[in-house]
């Protein structure tokens, strides 16, 4: 049996086929314009993250710093309270002589 095939039949296949075509340009014309979207998304948060990290480095090393002078003026203290006694105590006993 041979079947046969009328332009009408081939040329609404082929409306067809253009269509789909068309339909999938679309789509990937989309799917391209969204990757672009998410890899500025991506390049703006690595560079919001990056930031935020000197920030917090900055942050940390200033409380780092304010802490060990806060620190380092204590233990000052102390030892020249510690000298002071130590020298009144010399004296005390160079008075004894």
């Known amino acids: 049996m041979v079947d046969t095939v009328n332009l009408d039949f081939l040329g609404r296949n082929l409306a ?16 391209r314009q969204l990757i672009l979207l998410v890899t500025e998304k991506i390049g703006r948060l690595e560079r919001n993250s990056h930031e935020m990290t000197d920030d917090l480095t900055l942050m940390l090393k200033s409380e780092l710093s304010g802490t ?26 160079l008075d004894r002589l």
């Open 16 to 31: 067809d086929i253009q269509r789909d075509q068309a339909q999938l340009r679309s789509d990937v014309m989309q799917v």
């Open 68 to 93: 060990l002078a806060n620190l380092e003026d204590r233990i000052e203290a102390l030892i020249d309270r510690r000298i002071t006694t130590v020298e009144e105590k010399i004296d005390q006993v």
